[in-house]
């Protein structure tokens, strides 16, 4: 099993910074990708942030230019850092892990429980 444990949310007013960090624990295997996703009221899950065991990187079209999502590979973490936020990023932010034991393996997802994030002033 994986466990994802989320930090850093909080409240903040338009236009600040946060910076959430993601720590994995478990069973976790050599090639993991991690990420970040978000959920608004009333709305679906949706992806901000994906970076793969490699290092790369991919965005939604919604947190570019303001998020940047980093890892540290051998501690299992990864972070994202927010900036020029605005009110519309409220939403829980939730940390993603995927992995899959060998190539000819299905992969398996972890979630962390959520942190919020309130932007408003």
């Known amino acids: 099993q994986v466990h994802l444990v989320e930090s850093g949310g909080g409240l903040v007013q338009p236009g600040g910074s946060l910076r959430l960090s993601c720590s994995a624990s478990g069973n976790i295997f050599n090639v993991f990708h991690m990420g970040w996703y978000a959920q608004a009221p009333g709305k679906q899950r949706e992806l901000l942030a994906t970076i793969s065991s490699g290092g790369t990187v991919n965005y939604a079209d919604s947190a570019k230019d303001r998020f940047t999502i980093s890892r540290d590979y051998a501690k299992k973490t990864v972070s994202l850092q927010m900036n020029m936020l605005k009110p519309e990023d409220t939403a829980i932010y939730f940390c993603?892990?995927?992995?899959?034991?060998?190539?000819?393996?299905?992969?398996?997802?972890?979630w962390g429980q959520g942190t919020q994030v309130t932007v408003s002033s």
């Open positions: 993603y892990l995927k992995q899959r034991r060998n190539v000819l393996s299905s992969y398996s997802e972890y």
